[in-house]
């Protein structure tokens, strides 16, 4: 036997599929047209031209989102993150093709969308520190942390005049006494669930 003499497969007994050339003879693919894959495509279409690339406004300034909510930063934070994918599937569809024109628009239009990416995470950045010198302030001063606490000592479980009534026993901001003269956290006789960090 020839080493190059073919040597029959498991599958050789099954007729292999043969492709339809002819393109009215080939079946439809259905499609969902509301498929979450359409959103990797702009206007559900592969590559878009460069005029539509290039047709895009500015990033977003530190300054414009310092005045967003939280909420707004987040959605904003999630179309730029969209807006990426698109921008990629496009500049790999004109890779592949070998398209030859569009990827400056692309990767101008992709620059400011990280250009607003950075801004955000900036103005986040921003908030945390003064999150955490907020948090050292009220730390370092008993005033501060009294007024912090004081809401959940307005709840039902507390008696008009408690909060005074801790002051002359000097408790500290976070503690109160129950009916039975002990000290307690304020949190806990409060009935609250979690433990809040100061």
């Known amino acids: ?77 999630w179309v730029c993150a969209k807006e990426r994918n698109r921008l990629h599937t496009q500049i790999f569809e004109r890779k592949r093709l070998k398209a030859g024109y569009g990827e400056f628009e692309e990767r101008e239009r992709e620059k400011a969308v990280r250009m607003t990416q950075r801004a955000i995470k900036h103005v986040l950045t921003e908030r945390q520190y003064a999150w955490m010198d907020a948090i050292k302030i009220t730390r370092d001063d008993p005033k501060l942390t009294r007024l912090l606490i004081e809401p959940a000592a307005e709840s039902s479980v507390f008696e008009e005049g408690q909060l005074e009534n801790d002051e002359q026993l000097g408790l500290r901001a976070d503690e109160t006494a129950n009916g039975e003269g002990k000290v307690v956290d304020r949190r806990q006789a409060a009935g609250s669930s979690g433990e809040v960090t100061l």
């Open 1 to 77: 036997m020839s080493e190059f003499q073919a040597y029959p497969l498991s599958v050789s007994k099954e007729p292999l599929p043969q492709p339809v050339l002819d393109p009215k003879k080939r079946s439809k693919v259905q499609v969902d047209e509301d498929h979450g894959l359409w959103q990797f495509f702009k206007d559900k279409k592969a590559l878009s031209t460069p005029e539509e690339s290039a047709e895009h406004g500015r990033s977003w300034t530190v300054e414009e989102l310092r005045n967003k909510s939280w909420e707004d930063l987040h959605s904003l934070w």
